[in-house]
């Protein structure tokens, strides 16, 4: 037989998704693995849904989604954070963040192309660019200060293949908020280089310390910049699939083209769930309390049984250093599984950078939460 795709078949299987695996088999795990809400979608937005569907909502809607969704997504950028884009030629809704990413890599670079991509970084970002026929550039983030984004050493990576930088923040798996300071640098470096800058900020509402900055909204940022989102975390609709992108006319008008070729539009029913999570405001207010107030007591947790912690200000994600344990992030993580049942994902995965490190979500009930310390300070004192 012919051999199959050769970039594919270097892709390894998500590191996330094989530590998930193992332990749904077993009963008495914890999970701290998987990044998705322990909160069921809103009632409101579940009711719409049911609704839609009762009401025969089961064909195809427009390729770029119901205009509805999409003016409401533009109108919540440009008053929440100043970033402006028309719904009709700049907004496509997309089965996830995920697509999004995939339509617009596929669209930015010709092959052989480089894409920076700062690590620790989502396990995804690097496969997509692959699998777009482009080059990752990996540039390492340290945890000694808060895994910022370093302009220089951004600049550093750039040669004369580079068309992009990929960044996501607030960020999966560090959970680091970047600064208003440091994205304003980032886009004059691609103003200086001629990059595009694509913004992965489906955490945009979960950041708890300072406030989220949207990279479009920066001056010279958003003739260059896609920015990606969706309701999949915030509002806790990952089962949905919905998800945007917002560029300038010339990229949506391509990744549109794509997206018609491939998924043809998101569900209808659960973009018009998604319509009526713009009104579910308190919910997921909530919500966002809810994990402000797990995150603090995990991460002093983390700290109080000897693993250092870097303050995580989005997301719901700690990123604790397991030096202290000499053991490295693959065996710390297998051993804290098969010997105390709590999961977590080994920092490797998301990037050479992450090792020394594991992923722990807290994006689960604060006793769960309390009972994976317990266990895993068990588990030091065993090491």
Known sequence: MKPLNSVISACPPSGIRRFFDIAAQRADVISLGVG????????????????????????????????????????ELDTRYGARFDHETECVITA???????????????????????????????????????????????AEDGFRLRVEDLEAAVTERTKAILIGSPANPTGAVQTREDLTALVALA???????????????????????????????????????????????????????????????????????????????????????????????????????????????????????PEPGGAFYAFPSIRSSGLDSETFAERLLHSHGVAVVPGNVFGAPGEGHVRCSYATALPLLEEALERMARFLRDC
């Open 191 to 309: 103003e200086r280089r001629d990059l595009y800058l694509i913004s992965d900020e489906i955490y945009d509402r979960l950041t708890y310390t300072g406030t989220h900055t949207c990279l479009s909204s920066l001056p010279g940022a958003r003739e260059r910049t896609v920015l990606l989102g969706g309701f999949s975390k915030a509002h806790a609709m990952t089962g949905w699939r919905v998800g945007y992108l917002c560029a300038p006319r010339p990229i949506a008008e391509l990744c549109l083209r794509m997206h018609q070729y491939t998924m043809l539009c998101a569900p209808h029913v659960s973009q018009l769930a998604a319509v009526e999570a713009f009104a579910a405001d308190d919910d997921v207010a909530e919500m966002v309390a809810d994990y402000d107030r797990r995150r603090r007591v995990f991460v002093k947790g983390l700290r109080e049984i000897g693993l250092d912690c």
């Open 36 to 75: 998705e809400p322990d909160f069921v979608t809103p009632w409101r937005v579940r009711e719409a849904g049911i609704y839609a569907l009762e009401h025969g909502a089961t064909t195809y809607t427009s390729n770029a989604g119901l205009p509805r969704l999409r003016e409401l997504i533009c109108t």
């Open 96 to 142: 996830g963040v995920s697509e999004g990413l995939d339509l617009t890599l596929r669209v930015l670079l010709e092959p052989g192309e480089e894409v920076i991509v700062p690590e620790p970084c989502y396990v995804a970002y690097q496969p997509c660019v692959s699998f777009a026929g482009g080059t990752p550039v990996p540039v390492a983030t340290h």
